[in-house]
């Protein structure tokens, strides 16, 4: 019975996030209603002290990374530099390369720190032109910009600022440049598979004589090209990401150390804060900033005279991300406290592999959760401790369980209840029926990459 409540929560969530209600809402109620069920007399306590104790304490850490990515990728967009540089990759690669190119920008505006809602509102523009223009289906627009924009980007490559790539660092003590001969192994892996359906897609449909179709909703005006501010000054802000993120790993555990005790003249006695816990996190805020500041002094007038209304929206979508995010982190902290998760716990560590069994959990929780960075926080949550156990009695090094962990989340988190997925369709006007399945396909290719992954560390021991 115990067993059957624990699931029952999360079957209850899935559904609901399925649905399109608020995790936020209904986070809680679902994992009060497994207290209830099992201890009614528990549910305040449960609720004050695990919960919200929890889901501030995500907060507390996270929040920064999501308003200062949703600041900067907001700017990217107002400034016109997300104009300019899909722009420039299409003009380098190729208008007959039109898939190719939508796939590069994606990723290049990902990986360079640009929230994946903004990639998609950025690059859907371009693609219908260039997809209308090359005679492809435009149902294959959204698998293209899935690959691109939700795959090897964010979360495989060493470096990625995006949040699936920084969550794993407070439990395992690592960077954002964790493992990353396997993190580029990974996406190399993900990149050639997911170009390969897409480009098997297309052929079919040019031999069966099907173009862009007609009849279509959300097309978008005309694009101007005459505008654009220079590739190289739009590009720039999203390498100073990159390069500033290395930069801040290194000095701040060489300036810090594992900790720091702050004491401050007016304080009645020293805060010590783990900062071997914290230097990627403080790293990204870091770069982000950074990245911020050069976007405002590159494109001062676009930006100033946008900057107020898109602002607004920035902080908006930052925080409903970061508190639906660790609201699912709190649910999973109650879930990991009730007896029906021990019989989760010890079928799962009836997988012998401890890297196979945490990437299992990690993209079940993900699929079930609909988020990426959801599923990934309850995991964590719950079995972060079981996980670096069983990884310490193998000898594997704390940075291979990140990688695993951040591949894993972005494995089967895009089923068709994901909020970007239903965001990326309802922005191209597509249906799940005429998309999903190139989506699906991204999908299986990024949870099959994690199992290579694991493969190549076990035969090689590469890091």
Not at 8 to 18: D, E, I, K, P, S
Not at 157 to 165: F, K
Not at 169 to 197: E, Q, R
Not at 295 to 322: D, I, M, N, T
């Amino acid at each position: 019975m115990s067993f059957v409540i624990a699931f029952g929560a999360l079957c209850f969530l899935m559904l609901v996030a399925y649905r399109g209600f608020s995790v936020i809402l209904f986070a809680p109620v679902a994992a009060m209603g497994a207290v209830f069920l099992t201890d009614p007399a528990a549910v305040p306590a449960a609720f004050s002290g695990v919960y919200m104790e929890r889901m501030v304490g995500f907060v507390k850490d996270y929040f920064p990374v999501f308003l200062l990515g949703a600041v900067f990728g907001k700017m990217i967009e107002i400034s016109g530099f997300s104009k300019s540089i899909v722009s420039a990759v299409i003009g380098m690669v190729g208008e007959r390369e039109a898939v190719l190119s939508i796939v590069l920008v994606g990723a290049i505006l990902t990986y360079g720190g640009v929230s994946l809602f903004v990639v998609v509102f950025a690059v859907y523009p371009f693609a219908a032109e260039m997809f209308r223009q090359s005679h492809i289906p435009k149902r294959l627009i959204p698998g293209a910009i899935a690959l691109g924009a939700f795959s090897f980007t964010m979360d495989s490559l060493p470096g990625t600022p995006q949040i699936q790539n920084i969550i794993p660092t407070t439990y395992f003590k690592t960077n954002a440049f964790a493992a990353p001969a396997l993190g580029v192994i990974g996406g190399a892996f993900i990149l050639v598979a997911g170009m390969a359906w897409l480009e098997w897609r297309r052929k079919r449909a040019q031999a069966a004589g099907e173009g862009y179709g007609e009849g279509h909703i959300n097309e978008p005006p005309p694009l101007e090209h005459d505008k654009l501010a220079p590739a190289w000054l739009a590009i720039l802000p999203l390498v100073l990401v990159f390069g500033l993120n290395k930069l801040f790993t290194t000095l701040i555990k060489t300036r810090y150390g594992a900790g720091y005790d702050l004491k401050l003249p007016a304080m009645a006695a020293p805060i010590h804060v783990a900062v071997d816990k914290l230097q990627a996190v403080w790293a990204v805020e870091g770069a982000l900033l950074a990245g911020i500041a050069a976007v405002a002094v590159f494109a001062w007038r676009p930006v100033s005279a946008r900057f107020a209304e898109g602002g607004k929206a920035a902080v908006a979508g930052a925080l409903l991300a970061s508190i639906n995010t660790a609201s699912e982190y709190g649910f999973g902290a109650v879930i990991a406290t009730l007896p029906g998760f021990l019989v989760i716990r010890d079928a799962l560590g009836g997988i012998p592999n401890p890297l196979v069994r945490e990437a299992v959990t990690v993209t079940s929780l993900a699929g079930i959760t609909g988020s990426a960075s959801g599923g990934m926080s309850i995991a964590l949550a719950a079995m972060s401790d079981q996980f670096i156990a069983a990884a310490k009695a193998h000898g594997i090094p704390m940075e291979v369980l990140h990688r695993v962990a951040a591949m894993a989340s972005g494995g089967m988190d895009t089923l068709p209840h994901n909020g970007a997925v239903i965001t990326l369709l309802m922005v191209c006007g597509l249906t799940h029926r005429q998309s999903y399945k190139d989506i699906f396909a991204v999908t299986v290719i990024k949870t099959m990459a994690v199992f290579v992954v694991i493969g190549v560390y076990q035969l090689t021991g590469w890091v």
